[in-house]
Nanobody
């Protein structure tokens, strides 16, 4: 059983930056593909970014490509999301998720992820 705890959300003006962190415990971190998803008010949860088990491959939603960067530190059991050039439409609850993936395959589909954090609110003002 993996527990995930996010931190780093908050209120920022458009054009600003935030860094989200997710701390994992209870499992062998390097066996999990990690991802960030978000849910805006009145919308379905959507994929933001994912990173392979050892960080060699990253994937991004088109809406955040070039602005967000996902990274992980397997020694510290953490995954981060650096968010730059934030826009009001980035306002959402951001959750990290873990997919046990012995094969190393990376999915952008939320149903593939077994463990979820409680989420952290990001609000971007215009």
């Amino acid at each position: 059983q993996v527990q995930l705890v996010e931190s780093g959300g908050g209120l920022v003006q458009a054009g600003g930056s935030l860094r989200l962190s997710c701390a994992a415990s209870g499992g062998t971190f390097s066996q999990y593909v990690m991802a960030w998803f978000r849910r805006a008010p009145g919308k379905d949860r959507e994929f933001v970014a994912a990173i392979s088990r050892f960080g060699s491959r990253t994937y991004y939603a088109d809406s955040v490509k070039g602005r967000f960067t996902i990274s992980r530190d397997n020694a510290k059991n953490t995954v981060n999301l650096q968010m730059n050039s934030l826009k009001p439409e980035d306002t959402a609850v951001y959750s990290c998720a873990a997919d046990f993936s012995p094969s190393g395959g990376v999915s952008t589909e939320r149903y593939r992820y077994d463990y979820w954090g409680q989420g952290t609110q990001v609000t971007v003002s215009s």
